[in-house]
């Protein structure tokens, strides 16, 4: 038999990458809105300044620490808070790392921030993914759960779900090992012996059940696609005033444009010289073409093919919330963020009207 160590991911993994998802963007979000209102106060004297990436390093050491020392479920869960808010704390001051002037209001640093962002996000969407349904991870997972046992916490419905694995573990292996654990497992499961208690919800899924509820009573399938169209309608109309006004400046008065670059470069402080100003063309034009496609959105949705406007919508929404915010940060710094922000979820609610009026149309 082959001797192996290959890594399982947790049954939990996307539960802790989330917390720590949020923790770290909210951590960034905090500092930079306390540090702007407090005027940017810094802790030490004439010779000391202990800037928030200690504080950030210290976090993630504790994180580290409590994952080592603890086996506990709720202290992953601590463990996933500390190292979100000690990675944003740390990140934020990267202006400082990649400067020799340790300039924290470094243009570039915002932009990096946010890409640190993403791809923390994109890890959580990759192991969200993930189904690995061989036997050895689904004993790692059942042995991880049985926790339950421990604190004398486990309800019916998690019995039921462990003794489906089980079963599924003894079906599947060919490790007579395996399947004799998994066994004497399920045997104890149905014993007498084990504490059982009442299914009690959790308040993620009391909120959850709540936002559903309110969701089926107060959005319908209609109210959804009129406003929809409206958003696509509103976008679209911007994109079209603006190739016109790029359409004029580029066949009319040459001076036009040329105003018009100027007027940018004295709105726009970190428009510095050619380079910089060819990747804010760059990013004009990736505007343009995320207004085009939610242009095409918008007819598609006038002739009822909602799934073809729905799957325009959030190509447009990812090209924004990759490229074009990536490139915004830059210019903008944090005042897009908010935008950012009502961005993503505006990618959800494409993304939750597929899943509730168009899958369940198909189905």
Do not use: C
Not at 75 to 81: E, G, K, N, Q, R
Not at 83 to 106: C, H, P, R, S
Not at 292 to 316: C, E, Q, Y
């Amino acid at each position: 038999m082959k001797f192996t160590r290959k890594p399982v991911i947790s049954a939990s993994a996307t539960r802790y990458l989330l917390i720590m998802v949020i923790s770290f963007a909210t951590s960034v979000v905090a500092t930079r809105l306390y540090l702007e209102a407090t005027g940017y106060p810094q802790i030490g004297n004439a010779t000391f300044h202990f800037a928030h990436a200690l504080w950030g390093g210290l976090l993630q050491l504790i994180a580290a620490l409590l994952l080592l020392v603890f086996v506990n479920q709720w202290i992953f869960s601590l463990s996933a808070v500390l190292a979100g808010v000690g990675i944003g704390l740390f990140v934020d001051e990267v202006g400082k790392f990649i400067t020799q002037q340790n300039d924290y209001f470094f243009p570039l640093a915002a932009p990096i921030i946010y890409i640190v962002f993403l791809l923390t996000l994109l890890i959580y969407l990759i192991v969200k993914r993930q189904s690995s349904t061989n036997a050895r991870a689904d004993m790692y997972r059942i042995l991880h759960e049985l926790e339950e046992v421990l604190e004398a916490d486990l309800s019916f419905s998690e019995r039921a779900e462990l003794l489906d694995r089980l079963s599924r573990v003894q079906k599947q292996t060919e490790r007579q090992d395996l399947a004799a654990l998994a066994e004497h497992i399920s045997a104890f499961l149905k014993s007498d012996a084990i504490k059982i208690v009442q299914n009690q919800s959790s308040v993620r899924e009391r909120l959850f059940s709540q936002f559903i509820r309110l969701e089926n009573r107060f959005v319908s399938h209609k109210l959804a696609r009129r406003v929809l169209v409206l958003i696509y309608f509103v976008s679209s109309f911007i994109t079209v005033a603006n190739l016109l006004l790029l359409a004029a400046g580029l066949s009319g008065d040459q001076n036009f444009l040329s105003d018009l670059l100027k007027i940018f470069i004295m709105q726009e402080s970190n428009i510095s010289g050619a380079i910089s100003l060819n990747w804010y063309w760059i990013m004009i034009i990736l505007n343009l073409i995320a207004g085009i496609l939610l242009l095409m959105g918008l007819v598609a949705f006038l002739r009822t093919k909602d799934n073809t406007a729905i799957t325009l919508g959030i190509i447009a929404l990812i090209i924004t919330l990759t490229f074009i915010n990536t490139l915004s940060f830059y210019f903008h710094q944090f005042s897009i963020l908010l935008n950012s922000i009502v961005t993503f979820f505006a990618l959800l609610a494409l993304q939750r009207y597929r899943d509730r009026f168009l899958h369940e149309n198909a189905s």
